[in-house]
Antibody, heavy 118, light 110 residues
Framework: QVQLQQWGAGLLKPSETLSLTCAVY????????WSWIRQTPGKGLEWIGE???????KYNPSLKSQVTISVDTSKNQFSLNLSSVSAADTGVYYC????????????WGQGTLVTVSS | QSALTQPPSASGSPGQSVTISCTGT?????????VSWYQQHPGKAPKLIIY???ERPSGVPDRFSGSKSGNTASLTVSGLQAEDEADYYC??????????FGTGTEVTVL
């Protein structure tokens, strides 16, 4: 049974850095890409980026300048840093497993509500 | 990359069918057979219900089916049930190695 459990700060001020971590329990960590996806009032669901076990990353071109995704294979965890946040970054952030062969998101974390407010 | 276009809402009575469209471009939906669909109930994470245009994960009822023609994909829910009332999102792999989601459709069971 694959489970993704995520955590991180839920309230940020403008210009701060959003940091979230997702732990993977069950299943293989090496055979998938691990993604971050957000759901904001302004843009709906939006893919942020992904990483594999060896640290290879891909980012959404529209967010690339703000995003860093990293991995800790010793703990089966991956993390998201989003710098210089603004109110437009307010929303629910999800971690998800991406099946690299079929390119879909088959397991999701519970979501973390992040609010950016001064 | 612009979001895929879905109708904001759709509805049907129990037992009826509802079809949701998802329109993209030749750089996403039209370029790949990597279209997936997700069901989201309020306050919950999205759940995968269709992948690779028309494949169902184990445990997803066969009332859910998908198709694609050109730049438009579709999800059909047959034999509507009360628990099918939710938001539905399509997603496509896109050129430039990224993914684009649809704008979402709220399905109401009358």
């Amino acid at each position: 049974q694959v489970q993704l459990q995520q955590w991180g700060a839920g309230l940020l001020k403008p210009s701060e850095t959003l940091s979230l971590t997702c732990a993977v329990y069950g299943g293989s960590f090496t055979n998938y890409y691990w993604s971050w996806i957000r759901q904001t009032p302004g843009k709906g669901l939006e893919w942020i980026g992904e990483i594999n076990h060896s640290g290879s990353t891909k980012y959404n071109p529209s967010l690339k300048s703000q995003v860093t995704i990293s991995v800790d294979t010793s703990k089966n965890q991956f993390s998201l840093n989003l710098s210089s946040v603004s109110a437009a970054d307010t929303g629910v952030y999800y971690c998800a497993r991406c099946d690299y062969g079929d390119l879909h998101f088959d397991h999701w974390g519970q979501g973390t509500l992040v609010t950016v407010s001064s | 990359q612009s979001a895929l276009t879905q109708p904001p809402s759709a509805s049907g009575s129990p037992g009826q069918s509802v079809t949701i469209s998802c329109t993209g471009t030749s750089s996403d939906v039209g370029a790949y057979d990597y279209v997936s669909w997700y069901q989201q109930h309020p306050g919950k994470a999205p759940k995968l219900i269709i992948y690779e245009v028309n494949e169902r994960p184990s445990g997803v009822p066969d009332r859910f089916s998908g198709s694609k023609s050109g730049n438009t994909a579709s999800l059909t829910v047959s034999g509507l049930q009360a628990e099918d009332e939710a938001d539905y999102y399509c997603c496509s792999y896109a050129r430039s190695n990224n993914y684009v989601f649809g704008t979402g459709t709220e399905v109401t069971v009358l």
